[in-house]
Each structure stands twice: as C-alpha cells, then as structure tokens.
C-alpha cells in the first residue's frame, strides 16, 4: 500500500492510494451511473462524485426539502410545510433544509439572508417551550421568512456557495493565519479553498481556526453568524460545518471591502498584545470562583470603560485564573445595561417598523446582547486560545457599542426607575401578569420592564414570564431579531447566577413591549391553517 501526504497548515493528512480502492471507486461509479445520481445520492454513494459532475450542492438525503424551501412561491410555502407534518415530517428537519437552503442561496452575503440564517436555531428551541400544538408556529414564521427571501433574491439560479476544492496547504505557518491572510487580502477563492483544507480535519479545528478571522474585527454580525451557525450542527450534523461555517468565511471578505470607522483595525493589534502582555497563549483556562459582588464590579468595569480598559480588564481576570463562566456573565450583564438605560431611537435613526423611541430590532442594546451571548458560548466551545481571546474581544465589544453607537449611557439610568416601581400595587403573581401583558400590548416599555422586575423581586417563577414574552417572540415581526434576542435571554438567565438573571427577563419585557404591533408576516395564515 502506498500513501500519499498532504499537509493542511502544519498538520499530515494520509491519501491512501492503492490498486483496491481505485476499483473501488471504480465500481462505485458504475453503481451510480446504472442507478442514477438521485438514487446514489440517497444511498450515500454519489457526494464523492457531486463536485466532478454538478457545480450544485447536493445534501443528499434533505436535498429533496431544500429545493422544496428554495423552489416553493413564499405564497405557497406555509401548506407545503403542513403537509409534510402531516405526513410525519419533524420540525426539526424542516429547520435543518431550511439552514442548508438559507446558506447555499445566500453564503453569508445577504443581510435578510443572514438574519434569518441567525433565527432558525432560537425558532426551534422556542417550539419546544410550546404545547405540541403550537410549537409549528416560530418555525413556519421563520420559514416563511426564508424562502420568501430566497424568492426576492432570485431562487435557485442566484445560489451563492457551490463545490469548492480544498487547497493544497504545503507550509507550516499556523492554519488560522493561513486563512486569515487570504480574507484580508480579499481573495474569496482563495479564503474559501484554504478553509476548505481546514475543514477536513474536523469541525471543530475548522471553527477554531475561523475564529483567527472572526476576531479580526467585533461587528455583530461577524460575531453572532458563526455562533449560531455553529448552534446548528446538532440539529443538522456536525459534518454539515464547512457549509454552515464558510458563510462566515465570505462574509469576513466581504467586510475587508466594505466601509471602515477609524476604530476598525484596533483588535488585530489590541489581542495579541493582550494575550502577549498577560501571557494567556501558553495557558490553559482557570477554574477560581467568583463572587456575585466580583462579577457586579467587573460588569460595571467593563461597562464604564474605555474599550481598550474594557479589554484590560478581561484579560487580567484571566490571567488571575477566574473561571471562563463568570467573567463571560460579566460581559453579558455590561451588555443588559445598553438595553435598560436605552433611551431609544432618536427622529433621525427611526425606519419603518422601528419608530422612535424604539428599542427593539437592531438597537444599541439588542446587539450589544446578542454579541456578548456569541462570544461567551464561543469560548465555551473553542480551544484555550480562543477561550482568552472571545472574552477579552466581548469585553471590549460592549464597552465600544457603548461608547461609539451614540447615547449618553453612563449618565442615563436603567429600567425600571423608582417612580414606575411605586406605581405596581398587586403582588400575586397572576395579577402582575395580567398587568405586564396589558402593559406590552400598549408599548409601555418603562412600565412592563417594572413589572417584570417585581414579579422577580417578590420570588414568583420565572417560567410563566417566559410564556407570556415567548407569545409575542412568536407572534410580532420583530424586525429581523425577535427569536435570535429571546434565545439570547433565554441562555443568558440559564447561565447568570440568581442575583442577576431577573436583569435579563427585565430587559426582554422592555423590548417586547417595543415590537408589540407589528404581526409577523405569514403568522396569521399559520394559525388559520393549523386552527391554533
């Protein structure tokens, strides 16, 4: 037997060569041609071949429901969908074409596209806090979102990503550098055969080596599309990660020739000498306990600093051995606070949907949020060197959205204030929920961000509060972010210790009462349909 040896950035990787599996191959491309490529396909015996023959991406097995997702008229799409439940079609199988639909249409480069890329994990996880009967509903919502998109940006004939060869990788330089390299010098073929080598070692060497990249720069998007995307794998199959995760990949070389603020190179110098100065590159994440009194002071460090401050004093944590988890609860508690101090769109900033004095949608605090909840779960799921650097980029991140995307923050204070609180007289717990939900339904921000805050206060469960938000997650349009925000609270008061969490449900009734009022296309058609 004779092999053949690659090396994918400093790593062997084998190609055997022998007279066995050339006959093989051999046989199995008879096998194909007298059963056809359909069949093959579903046997498992075609994808070897898709990229010689087709410039498609074949899913094999879901390629049937992803052309239903990519190929159905919007209009059409919500009883397609209900007869596939019908006939015994999971929902989770649906989300699964829908992801692969979403990022072989779009590859990151859309901005509905990417969105609702983002949505499709938090609809799923949002269908199963429903009774059985209404869990369809988030999903189709963001289904219908899907294909509707796919529809208005040309279907199938405009598809984005397609089989792309891996590129010989012949020097030792570090993978993440390779493929960081690439996107700045904005060679997209380039970038993407570089991650497609990188992405045969595993996924997660594909996702610890794009990280390299990802922390290039602390845009939301940048931030929040491999995290979610990353959400995915479970539901689609980890070896489905070069699909999902090279969106990421075009969407950072997209960036490198878009529209740059002064500030937009600071990370590429500010992490290494971080991780340099408090020599965290040869360390391993520590395990020491926090206080709640030591994550409040951090929170309210990161918060009120400069970004670079914000950075420092992440990387110190670090470097003082305290656990990963309390430092990213601190990063995520700095965040809740450009929610509750919001003072909302100002005249000059409203869009339809988003009027002003809104906070919902894209606002200061909802992505702040949302980015801090991306790099706390992508520390918690990438190597020691990615675990240091996602921190004290999310630290810096909340401090930057605070400090560059207008607002007086540190003087403006945070929901719910003393004169709303004074207003709440009932304290069982099905009265305040009947107050809170007649408070959403007249955009009273303030005041069902109060309620919210005693309902926690006088120890009530949170789970009630949960259904009441999830209702409307479900029902309102959202502008794009209402499932990805409520499965960012969603986690975030899982994973923040009791003396804080309340924060976060506090926050989402603020945002809920913001977005009340605007129906989620599609929605009301799903109901019909499903008679819910």
């Not at 997209?188 to 080596?209: G, I, R």
């Not at 990421?248 to 960036?255: D, F, G, L, T, W």
Request: net charge neutral; charged share 25%.
């Amino acid at each position: 037997m004779t092999q053949s040896t690659s090396i994918y950035g400093g790593q062997k990787m084998n190609i055997p060569h022998t007279r066995r599996e050339f006959l093989t191959d051999v046989g199995r491309g008879m096998l194909v041609a007298s059963v056809g490529y359909g069949m093959a396909t579903e046997l498992g015996l075609a994808p070897a071949f898709g990229a010689e023959v087709s410039d498609t991406l074949d899913f094999g097995p879901l390629e049937s429901l992803v052309r239903l997702m990519q190929e159905t008229p919007a209009n059409k799409l919500l009883p397609a969908l209900a007869d596939k439940l019908r006939s015994g079609t999971e929902l989770s199988r649906l989300v699964a074409a829908a992801a692969l639909a979403n990022a072989r249409t779009f590859g990151g480069e859309d901005y509905v596209g990417f969105h609702t890329m983002m949505a499709l994990a938090p609809s799923l996880h949002m269908a199963r806090e429903l009774p059985d009967a209404l869990q369809p509903l988030p999903v189709f919502k963001v289904l219908y979102r899907n294909t509707n998109r796919i529809q208005e940006r040309g279907g199938r004939k405009e598809e984005v990503l397609h089989p792309v060869k891996p590129r010989l990788l012949s020097d030792n330089r570090p993978c993440g550098e390779l493929l960081r390299d690439a996107v700045r010098r904005k060679d997209v073929n380039e970038a993407e055969q570089t991650f497609a080598a990188l992405a045969k070692l595993s996924p997660d060497d594909a996702l610890n080596h794009l990280l390299h990249t990802v922390q290039e720069n602390t845009e939301v998007h940048r931030v929040v599309l491999p995290y979610r995307a990353w959400d995915l794998l479970d539901l689609i199959g980890r070896e489905q990660a070069h699909t999902l995760l090279r969106q990421s990949v075009r969407y950072c070389v997209k960036a490198e020739a878009g529209q740059r603020s002064s500030k937009w190179d600071e990370p590429r110098t500010l992490l290494p000498k971080m991780l340099e100065q408090r020599k965290l590159l040869d360390r391993t994440p520590g395990t020491r306990e926090a206080e709640d009194k030591w994550v409040d002071d951090l929170s309210q460090t990161i918060f009120k600093s400069t970004p670079e401050q914000a950075a420092e004093a992440a990387a110190a944590a670090l470097a003082d051995g305290f656990a990963p988890a309390a430092i990213g609860e601190a990063i995520s508690l700095a965040a809740n606070q450009l929610v509750l101090r919001d003072h909302g769109r100002p005249p000059n900033a409203e869009s339809p949907g988003k009027p002003t004095g809104s906070v919902h949608g894209d606002s200061i605090g909802v992505h702040a949020s949302d980015s801090a909840c991306a790099w706390r779960n992508l520390a918690r799921v990438s190597n020691a060197r990615n675990t240091f650097a996602c921190l004290i980029l999310g630290a810096y991140q909340v401090a930057l959205d605070r400090t560059a995307r207008g607002g007086d923050f540190l003087n403006w204070s945070p929901v719910p204030v003393k004169w709303h609180l004074d207003q709440i007289k009932s304290t069982e717990a099905d009265a305040l929920l009947r107050d809170a939900d007649e408070a959403i339904r007249q955009n009273l921000q303030a005041h069902a961000a109060a309620i919210v805050s005693r309902y926690g206060e006088l120890g009530h469960a949170p789970r009630p509060v949960f259904d009441l938000l999830l209702r409307y997650a479900v029902s309102e349009d959202g502008a794009l972010h209402a499932e990805k925000y409520y499965r960012t609270v969603t986690e975030e008061f899982a994973a923040t210790r009791p003396a804080f969490r309340w924060r976060q449900l506090v926050a989402l009734a603020r945002v809920t009462a913001s977005e009340y009022g605007r129906p989620a296309p599609g929605m009301a058609e799903a109901r019909a349909m499903l008679k819910v």
